[in-house]
Each structure stands twice: as structure tokens, then as C-alpha cells.
């Protein structure tokens, strides 16, 4: 089981604090790094990895060579995987 260490110190299973940024896609809240208590870095990369999961769709990515520089969450949605995800997370099945 991976767990994240945030910079406040909490511990959070990954897939909880997955299932979190769904929910806050779902509800229509716009996706800071200060609302999820992530420095920049951690949160481009929690971004892509979501995106790269295939659970939202939507987000633009600033790239310089291999360096992510910034991410555009303006306009982000869920995909069908990112919807059975929370399904599955709320039946208990995850």
C-alpha cells in the first residue's frame, strides 16, 4: 500500500488522496496547490499522474525538455475511468 507524506505532515493513502481531487473535479472546485496543501512541484506531478492514469481529462501541461513548469486545470473534467473510480471507492470495493 503507497502512502503520501504531505508538506503539513498528514499521511494519506494514495488512492484516497486521489479519490479527494476527483471529488473536488466532480464538485466543480477549482484545483489549487495551496487548497491540497501541495507545494508546486508535488502538485504538477499529482496532476500528471491523474492525467496520465487516464482519470481526467482537459488539463494542459508547461514543459521545458523534460521539466513539467506549470499545469492549467481550467476546464477539467472527469473521464469515464475517473467516474468508476469514485464509484468504486464509495461501494467500498477499493
Same mark, same amino acid.
Given at each position: &500500500?503507497?502512502? #503520501? #507524506?504531505?508538506?503539513?505532515?498528514?499521511? &494519506?493513502?494514495?488512492?484516497?488522496?486521489?479519490? #479527494?481531487? @476527483?471529488? @473536488? #473535479? =466532480? +464538485?466543480?472546485?477549482? *484545483?489549487?496547490? =495551496? +487548497? *491540497?496543501? *501541495?507545494?508546486?512541484?508535488d502538485f504538477n506531478e499529482r496532476m500528471e499522474e491523474i492525467f496520465d492514469d487516464r482519470l481526467v481529462e482537459n488539463i494542459i501541461f508547461t514543459r521545458s525538455g523534460n521539466r513539467l513548469l506549470g499545469v492549467?486545470?481550467?476546464?477539467?473534467? @472527469?473521464?469515464?475511468?475517473?467516474k468508476d473510480f469514485i464509484f468504486l471507492k464509495e461501494a467500498g470495493r477499493m
Open positions: &500500500m503507497k502512502y #503520501i #507524506i504531505y508538506e503539513s505532515g498528514e499521511v &494519506m493513502e494514495e488512492k484516497e488522496r486521489i479519490y #479527494i481531487v @476527483l471529488k @473536488l #473535479i =466532480e +464538485a466543480g472546485v477549482p *484545483l489549487e496547490k =495551496e +487548497a *491540497l496543501e *501541495l507545494g508546486e512541484e492549467n486545470t481550467q476546464g477539467v473534467r @472527469l473521464t469515464r475511468r475517473g
